[in-house]
């Protein structure tokens, strides 16, 4: 009898109703291979260096070596099937022994993470059998080895130690040569954070004195010797030409005193100065600080003894002149020591102050207008019978392409070293919590030292006062 429902039966022999269940198609599996990475190289990118007529590496072609009962799985795209089995790779390190089974050919590449040299970690997932070797393929340049302090720097991995330049110092010992110096040079003058200082930065009497009242003076012992020459010519009356002789020669006198002993005299200011205390010190104080120094973000060398960790750095190179010898400079008069080179450097530093302790830093590099009263020493004198004692010296001309030949030369260097005792002469500045001694605005004027007979002197920028370091010890910091 037949039923108007349909019905069909199983393959268990039971008869239900309902038309059969068609069959599903299966998803297609798409399988690929995982491409390497070429680190930008053209040539290694396989198809794509093909569509632009590019030959490709053939040392980076994989070939597939014997399949031993392994099933393939094939998708979609014909061209793309996996096998697992044995692999063999053409010119490099090959898994000659034994098989991995229950794994498929993984390629290795330079992806993921990196252990401490800079190389990929190895992955390897599944036992391993038959002692196999498992090779790795790298591609594209493996990146530089990173310090073993692991601290993230930006600019070249370089390693050693570090001259106050910025550039890597070298192991070979005294001996540098030009290049390496030029660049030393070259960085140390075009480095912001750092202030240079000229001849024209040092104390002088004849430029701190006013001009006005200089010319004023000059303009009324021009006048006065007029009228005491008129006066001896038509009365035959000394006094008045001898009045402005005694006083000229008195002017004459103070301004000799002050030209020799007036740095001498500001360094004895500034040691008198009282001193004050930060903790108590009001923004925009012109304030005097002593203390003892720490370094900052940029340590400074000396040029010639090649002190490190300073604050401060100045070495001259002075000439004699006699009667027939050349000048150092346009203004060198004979029989006279007169400078040839100067270098002179100066960055920001840290002062903590011997009252209350507390830390202040001072703004003296970046260009800012520094007065530094610095005592320098004789570090080596030459003449032309003692010229080759010291081939350090030489060395040091020869280096800034200075000719010794026959001329009496005298170097002088001075410096402040970490852990050194100086003075500074600032304004006061409190940002938020920074504490800084910066320029003030105006110079300032040490008055009129009437018991040493000392005229007034104006101190511009901040002020830096130190005996010589060379002579003291630094306290450790």
Not at 61 to 89: C, D, E, M, V, Y
Not at 227 to 244: E, S, W
Not at 300 to 308: D, N, T, Y
Request: glycine share 10%; with cysteine; proline share 6%.
């Amino acid at each position: 009898m037949g039923s108007r429902f349909p019905s069909h039966q199983l393959s268990n022999g039971l008869y239900v109703s309902g038309r059969p269940e068609q069959p599903k198609e299966k998803t297609p599996i798409i399988s690929s291979v995982a491409m390497p990475y070429t680190g930008g190289d053209i040539k290694k990118s396989g198809e794509l260096g093909k569509m632009f007529d590019i030959p490709t590496d053939g040392s980076r072609s994989r070939k597939s070596g014997p399949i031993n009962n392994a099933p393939s799985r094939t998708g979609s795209f014909g061209g793309a099937t996996s096998h697992s089995g044995q692999l063999n790779s053409v010119g490099r390190a090959s898994a000659s022994a034994g098989s991995i089974p229950g794994s498929g050919s993984m390629k290795k590449t330079n992806s993921g993470p990196l252990n401490k040299h800079g190389e990929p970690m190895k992955k390897l997932s599944g036992p391993q059998g038959g002692g196999a070797v498992t090779s790795r393929q790298n591609s594209g340049p493996l990146p530089p080895v990173l310090p073993t302090t692991g601290l993230i720097t930006s600019g070249p991995i370089t390693s050693g130690p570090i001259t106050s330049s910025g550039a890597q110092r070298k192991a070979s010992g005294s001996l540098e040569s030009k290049s390496s110096l030029k660049i030393h040079n070259a960085s140390l003058l075009n480095n912001q954070a750092v202030t240079h200082l000229s001849r024209e930065d040092e104390y002088s009497f004849q430029k701190s004195f006013p001009k006005l009242i200089l010319w004023a003076i000059i303009l009324l012992f021009v006048m006065g010797f007029i009228a005491g020459g008129f006066i001896l010519a038509a009365v035959r009356n000394p006094i008045l030409l001898v009045v402005v002789v005694i006083l000229f020669a008195a002017v004459v006198a103070v301004f000799t005193w002050n030209s020799f002993w007036g740095r001498r005299a500001i360094s004895g200011f500034i040691a008198s100065y009282p001193d004050t205390e930060l903790r108590s010190a009001k923004d925009g104080q012109f304030v005097k600080v002593s203390g003892v120094v720490t370094c900052g973000n940029f340590p400074l060398e000396s040029s010639f003894q090649k002190v490190p960790r300073c604050v401060y750095t100045s070495t001259s190179l002075y000439e004699y002149r006699g009667w027939d010898s050349k000048a150092a400079n346009p203004t060198h008069q004979r029989f006279t020591w007169g400078l040839r080179t100067l270098e002179r450097h100066v960055v920001d530093f840290y002062i903590s102050d011997y009252q209350s302790g507390l830390r202040a830093l001072v703004k003296a590099g970046c260009g800012a207008r520094v007065t530094p009263y610095v005592d320098e020493t004789v570090v080596i004198d030459i003449n032309p019978s003692n010229k080759d004692m010291s081939p350090e010296f030489i060395r040091w001309l020869g280096q800034r392409g200075i000719s010794s030949d026959d001329r009496m030369m005298r170097l002088k260097e001075g410096y402040i070293k970490e852990g050194s005792s100086v003075s500074v002469m600032g304004v006061v500045q409190r940002n938020e919590n920074v504490l800084m001694i910066v320029p003030p605005s105006e110079s300032f004027s040490t008055g009129c030292q009437w018991t040493k007979c000392i005229l007034p002197a104006s101190l511009e920028g901040i002020v830096i006062g130190c005996e010589n370091s060379s002579k003291i010890d630094a306290i450790p910091v």
